[in-house]
């Protein structure tokens, strides 16, 4: 089956780094996906992997090791606006699936 | 318009109503998503219609019926509902061949009540 853990919730501080680890384990792995929702709001894409490596794009960055079926999201200068659910998500080829997490609540205080 | 949009907002009905639930893209989009989002449940895909075929349906109790009659309209209909089918439905859509990874565009969700 197919199946995504990621942590339930983090605090972190204002102007800090925090990193959002997801681990999958998935038939048919084809790339890795994060999202953000805030409260009553839509989840907004925020960046992929598909291939192993790093992605930076401004302050987000993902991280995708497909051997240790590993990925992580890290934000830099963290800012109250980033509170909100991150969602982790795997794609698998073949009906352009997506199979998520429960996602992990972040909460950024003063 | 732009985007995906979703109306109703917000729906309460009763177990023996029947109610659709609408979902419109203005992207341009050849694929379209149905998810159910419940607290403390990881999102479900619900069902998936590329090129206005149905192309996953994932167990889905046959009191939810899709219909997709072009390609930048969704519906949802509802009938005698449960009251654990309470929920935020989720509309989404891409663009893509089968098998590449693509961005989903998510619409705002309808929050459903049953009572």
């Known amino acids: 089956g197919q199946n995504i853990d990621q942590p339930t919730e983090m605090t972190a501080t204002e102007g800090a780094i925090v990193q959002i680890n997801c681990t999958y384990q998935t038939s048919g792995f084809n790339g890795l996906f994060w999202y953000q929702q805030h409260a009553g709001e839509a989840p907004t894409f925020l960046s992929y992997n598909v291939l192993d490596g790093l992605e930076e794009k401004g302050r987000f960055s993902s991280f995708l090791s497909r051997s240790k079926g590993y990925s992580y999201l890290l934000l830099k200068e963290l800012q109250m606006k980033d509170s909100a659910s991150y969602l982790c998500?795997?794609?698998?080829?073949?009906?352009?699936?997506?199979?998520f997490g429960t996602g992990t609540q972040l909460k950024v205080e003063l | 318009e732009t985007g995906v949009t979703q109306t109703p907002r917000h729906l309460v009905m009763g177990m023996t109503n029947k109610k659709s639930l609408k979902c419109e893209q203005h992207?341009?989009?050849?694929?379209m998503y149905w998810y159910k989002q419940s607290a403390k449940k990881p999102l479900e895909l619900m069902f998936v219609y590329s090129l206005e075929e149905r192309v996953e349906n994932n167990s889905v109790p046959s009191r939810f019926s899709p219909e997709c009659p072009n390609s930048s309209h969704l519906f949802l209909h509802l009938h005698t509902l449960q009251p654990e089918d309470s929920a935020l439905y989720l509309c989404?859509?891409?663009?893509?061949?089968?098998?590449?990874?693509?961005?989903?565009?998510f619409g705002p969700g309808t929050r459903l009540t049953v009572t």
């Open positions: 989404a859509s891409s663009q893509g061949g089968q098998g590449a990874p693509v961005e989903q565009y």
């Open positions: 992207l341009g989009h050849n694929a």
């Open positions: 998500a795997a794609f698998t080829g073949g009906g352009n699936k997506l199979t």
